[in-house]
């Protein structure tokens, strides 16, 4: 079936240490999503790209950047993992800007 | 931050029982979205309602939508224990900016 792949589900990494989040769609969808999301709140947009132009949140802090090397795969790259930085980090697409979104199970990031 | 806000915060109701959740948002829109979280997994899409509408169905599932009050409902009759989740509703804010915006989320518990 058609899905949005997050790998690994789980990570584990040290504080410091820099750490790739990554994502695949098989929707062939134009923009994809990164979300943080921490405990029982909402989830955060980090940054978006449309094809290959990438948008970032003005709060994103510098500590986030992501590629995007074709369609299928968007990364999160973390430089320099902190203990705050341990969260879901949730990837959506979705063909049409603004539509209906269509999530990866998420990746759940604990920082020792 | 243009975030909705979801009422109530949480809600534990009887299986067979019906379920209201509400949610506030800020800004003009072009759509409403309703999206279900299972613990500690993505996001699912349940419904999108656009600012032209004021109702829609999908199966147990009623949304409605008022644009003069900047707020949306979404109903579920006749719950049951799957039904046991987190709820968001998101927005897309009417100029065009290629993403959502995330309310606060409601968490449903059905007691069996």
């Known amino acids: 079936d058609a899905m949005v792949i997050q790998n690994p589900r789980y990570q584990v990494t040290q504080f410091g240490k820099p750490v790739t989040l990554s994502c695949s769609q098989t929707l062939n969808h134009n923009v994809m999503y990164w979300y943080q999301q921490k405990s029982s709140q909402a989830p955060k947009l980090l940054f978006h790209y449309y094809d290959k132009d990438f948008n970032n949140e003005a709060d994103t802090p510098d500590n986030f950047q992501s590629r995007r090397p074709n369609t299928s795969f968007c990364f999160l790259d973390i430089r320099s993992p902190g203990l705050g930085d341990a969260a879901m980090y949730l990837c959506a697409t979705t063909q049409l800007a603004g539509e209906t979104q269509y999530f990866g199970p998420g990746t759940r990031l604990l920082v020792l | 931050s243009q975030q909705g806000e979801e009422d109530p915060q949480a809600l534990s109701i009887q299986e067979g029982e019906n379920a209201t959740m509400n949610c506030s948002y800020k800004?003009?829109?072009?759509?409403l979205q309703w999206y279900r979280q299972n613990s500690g997994r993505g996001l699912v899409h349940l419904i999108l309602i656009r600012s032209n509408e004021r109702e829609k169905h999908s199966g147990r599932l009623r949304v409605t939508l008022d644009t003069s009050k900047k707020s949306s409902s979404l109903l579920i009759t006749a719950s049951r224990a799957a039904d046991t989740a987190s709820y968001f509703c998101?927005?897309?804010?009417?100029?065009?900016?290629?993403?959502?915006?995330f309310g606060t989320g409601t968490r449903l518990t059905i007691i069996p």
């Open positions: 998101a927005t897309e804010e009417n100029f065009g900016n290629e993403k959502l915006t």
């Open positions: 800004t003009s829109i072009n759509n």
